[in-house]
């Protein structure tokens, strides 16, 4: 079943910060050949925001905390504004009529790494509940924007078109929950004595290369 992703503007991918994991940077840098330091960005952000989030020793950097990142180019079809360094995006030749002045009736957005897309996007806009066992979804919305293109889906979500195969959403979910509780824990390991953001991605990727381990586990 398709969804209103598959003919939208992609402004969650625009609007939006992308917290991602190592696993996916890893994942991605593998899986395009591209260098890490190509993609993948931090940000400084509010610890009240963001829960574990990552501190470094660098000078002048003690004090903030951050966040891994996709980085974000210039949009072509809407300049000055920002996207996802993989968006791929145009302008329609024949619009949308029913989206009215919505940009998601002129212009498509559609994932360049999409088979290695970050676990959050693959699974926005929907998360697990309390028990993790059933999924939701729950229309975006962006009153913030500063520019049109800035603004979310187009039409609204309902919960029988969330995914293309139930199953394998909740699947992700389920990933994307491991995930992100593994590199939660890592962060914490790393948080103990932070060192330079130049060691950060050295020590994430031994990390994740030496999760599968032989033997017994301890408890
Ligand atoms: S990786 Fe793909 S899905 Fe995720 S924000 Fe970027 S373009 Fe969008
Ligand atoms: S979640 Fe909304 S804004 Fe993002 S691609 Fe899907 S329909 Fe568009």
Known sequence: MATICDTCHAGCCRAFILQITAYDALLISRDIGLPLSEFVTILSVSPEQFPNTIAFSDTGLQDQRFVLTLKKVESTVAPSTKKCYFLQEWQRIQVIEHRGSHPGARTIGRCGIYGSRPLMCQVYPSSLDGTGTIGYVVSPTNKEASHEIYSVCP?????????????????????????????????????????????????????????????????
Do not use: C, Q
Request: glycine letters at 4%; zero cysteines; proline letters at 6%.
């Open 155 to 219: 039409e609204p979500w309902s919960a029988a078109s969330f995914a293309k195969e139930p199953a394998a959403a909740l699947h992700s979910l389920s990933l994307y929950g491991y995930e992100k509780n593994f590199f939660d824990h890592a962060i914490a390991e790393w948080n103990r004595n932070p060192g330079p953001i130049s060691e950060f991605m050295a020590y994430m990727s031994n990390i994740y290369e030496n999760r599968l381990r032989l033997g017994a586990s301890v408890t």
